[in-house]
């Protein structure tokens, strides 16, 4: 048996501090928050490339994102030039865009939430899943799986009654270490509609994080979303100004 040293017992409880205790592994709305907590910390700054593999060919953007706390965001794609100074808002519920080519903030509509966000497989609404997911749904633990020597818990998330939601229900795949592993969305009659996986996980700004998702729809075969982060910090201490409509249409 290992001596325990002042360093083993140092990494030991590192490690503890990883996995869910016992009430938390029977509590699905805890693991879907504590994965949305690993993925966003209290705050956020990453740069990031989005290909999409489309019916007219694949095409790739760079984008930078902040966000803070679960209800904050601010995209920003840099590059290419044709499609750099878009960007997209999220402040509590409200989501706005930003068009540079009309110099225009435009406030969306809870109806074009489910729409396709930069021609993407991803929706709008993806970007504000983290309160969403954990608040407007009631979740049930169906069981475990193993992935990559973890445990995975598999949960499915249906909407409350009375929440404004298109999707019947989602399915999802949170590994120990609080990694989203799988996404799955239904639609009202339970059939699967699309999915978003990570392809790969590792560590990044300290935590283990999924630095490639995948986005793909059933009806769409052979077409795709690929998100890579290539760089990210966490908790970090964003400006007040830096999650406002001012801001989004004209960046300090």
Request: proline letters at 5%.
């Amino acid at each position: 048996m290992p001596k325990l040293t002042r360093r083993n017992l140092m990494k030991i409880s590192a490690a503890a501090l990883l996995l869910p205790n016992a009430a938390m592994a029977q509590d699905p709305a805890a693991l879907l928050r504590a994965a949305f907590n690993n993925w966003r910390a209290t705050s956020s700054h990453a740069i990031a490339e989005m290909t999409i593999r489309g019916s007219s060919g694949t095409r790739s953007l760079t984008m930078e994102s902040w966000t803070e706390g679960d209800d904050k965001a601010l995209v920003r794609f840099i590059a290419p030039a044709r499609d750099a100074g878009n960007a997209t808002l999220q402040s509590g519920r409200r989501t706005y865009v930003f068009n540079p080519k009309l110099n225009q903030v435009i406030q969306l509509p809870a109806s074009a939430m489910s729409q396709s966000w930069m021609e993407s497989d991803f929706s709008y609404s993806d970007l504000t899943k983290a309160r969403e997911l954990v608040d407007d749904y009631t979740h049930t633990l169906l069981g475990t799986g193993r992935h990559s020597g973890h445990t995975v818990y598999i949960i499915e998330s249906v909407p409350k009654r009375g929440k404004p939601i298109v999707w019947g229900k989602q399915i999802v795949h949170v590994r120990d270490d609080y990694v989203l592993l799988r996404q799955e969305f239904y639609d009202q009659s339970g059939n699967l509609v699309r999915t978003m996986v990570a392809d790969r996980v590792r560590n990044l700004g300290g935590r283990p994080y999924p630095t490639e998702l995948t986005m793909s729809s059933v009806d769409t075969p052979g077409q795709w979303t690929k998100i890579v982060t290539q760089s990210a910090e966490f908790d970090v201490s964003n400006p007040s100004y830096l999650f406002t409509r001012s801001n989004l249409q004209n960046p300090r």
